[in-house]
């Protein structure tokens, strides 16, 4: 019980006096997995076709950069072959970008991007979308995975299909606009605030209902009368891919429901809009959720789990795990639930920073006698107590190596000898 509260009462102190993480970033980059390129599309009615947009994302680490000038630098072509659904080819699109950054750690950081999209015109139908990507440095192509599209006519449907976009507004030329998600349009699982945008070509409309299904749970079931009456244009704006709007005859009433990922966990989320509460469906639409670069020891529920020994009673995670093990994930979710310092979303940051923790341990930790990281009196204590303020190296009379880690909220200092030379750290104080 006392080490578990002293791991919580760090986190909090962190929360409160937002100290800088460093070993917890080391930690997102080495231990978890990463998405390099994000790609939707999204086809807006207009005339006599579709406005469609192939919106994309890529994260700095897949580009190859040049140092030049003292500044780094990365050039990229995308190009789109769209085909119909007899192989006519009917679109080829080329865009080729260069972006600058100031420093080589910026290169390899996975939470920097760069984004943009190719637009163009398509009757309805149903197409194919293959998309390449040349790194113009290397002059290497990628084949990207191919995206199916279905654009359905305007008098099929009252409903476009809904785009996810962030909760806070970006402000662009003294306008503000949402910026569109761009997570291959799904919802990211996180602390940050996602909401649902459904635009209804009906613009005397003025509310629709709308039913949303986490697997096998009802999150939301309300009428919606919150909108803006806008055509659905995107634009580009300091790298971020906005929303942009205008009073034209192709507006339309865009329907939103603010911060809706609060309500979602991991898993499948199925969006019903009907007119109202009592009528037949309209149409229905199917995102996920995914926890983009989730902890790897959080990935199988039944070993995290285990993994709250360095906090936890054997009782308690026997307990646990006498469940079927279907349920370990409902299971984990209900411990950590308790602990939840964002009480007003799904998503537990306390959680993702404890398996954080674990990753970085096992993979900094580890010795040469195979022995893992979170093993080691250090990763138990990096476990327990996260990253140290400072840390002191030093040598005693007889050559053993001393590292000394100092924290200072609350002041605490731990003392690890290596005792035969392996890398092996004791604990001594």
């Not at 978890?32 to 086809?43: A, G, L, R």
């Amino acid at each position: 019980m006392i080490k578990k509260i002293i791991f919580l009462s760090f986190i909090i102190i962190l929360q409160l006096f937002a100290q800088p993480h460093n070993f917890r970033r080391e930690g997102e980059k080495n231990a978890k997995e990463t998405s390099f390129y994000f790609s939707e599309v999204h086809s807006i009615p207009e005339d006599s076709s579709n406005h469609t947009y192939f919106v994309y994302k890529i994260s700095y680490p897949s580009l190859v950069f040049v140092k030049s000038s003292g500044k780094y630098s990365a050039s990229f072509s995308l190009s789109i072959e769209v085909f119909d659904s007899v192989l006519k080819h009917v679109v080829r699109q080329i865009q080729n970008k260069t972006i600058s950054v100031d420093t080589f750690d910026q290169t390899l950081d996975h939470n920097y991007y760069v984004q943009g999209f190719i637009n163009f015109h398509l009757k309805n139908g149903i197409y194919n979308i293959l998309p390449f990507l040349t790194d113009l440095n290397i002059n290497n192509e990628i084949k990207l995975a191919p995206i199916r599209i279905d654009v359905p006519s305007s008098n099929q449907s009252t409903i476009i299909s809904p785009l996810i976009v962030k909760s806070d507004l970006i402000e662009c030329q003294n306008k503000k606009y949402f910026e569109l998600a761009n997570y291959d349009d799904s919802f990211p699982f996180s602390e940050d605030n996602f909401s649902l945008v459904l635009p209804c070509l009906d613009t005397t409309r003025e509310s629709i209902f709308v039913t949303i299904k986490n697997d096998s749970d009802t999150v939301f079931n309300s009428e919606v009368s919150n909108y803006f009456k806008s055509k659905i244009v995107l634009r580009e704006c300091k790298d971020n891919i906005l929303l942009g709007n205008g009073l034209t005859p192709e507006a339309t009433n865009n329907f939103v429901i603010p911060d809706i990922n609060r309500k979602l966990l991991e898993g499948n989320a199925e969006i019903i809009v009907s007119r109202n509460k009592n009528s037949i469906p309209l149409k229905s639409y199917n995102k996920k959720i995914i926890w983009f670069n989730k902890p790897y020891s959080l990935r199988n529920p039944g070993n995290a789990i285990k993994m709250l020994k360095f906090i936890e009673k054997d009782s308690v995670i026997s307990n646990m795990l006498k469940a079927n093990s279907n349920d370990y994930k409902k299971e984990l979710y209900n411990y950590w639930k308790k602990y939840n310092i964002n009480s007003h979303g799904t998503f537990n940051p306390l959680m993702e920073e404890y398996y954080s923790r674990i990753d970085y341990a096992a993979k900094t930790f580890a010795i040469f006698s195979d022995k893992s990281g979170i093993e080691t009196d250090r990763g138990e204590i990096y476990i327990q107590f996260g990253k140290p303020q400072k840390i002191e190296r030093a040598s005693t009379q007889y050559g053993k190596v001393v590292e000394t880690w100092i924290y200072e909220k609350p002041p605490r200092d731990f003392i690890f000898v290596d005792n035969d030379g392996t890398g092996n750290f004791m604990l001594r104080k």
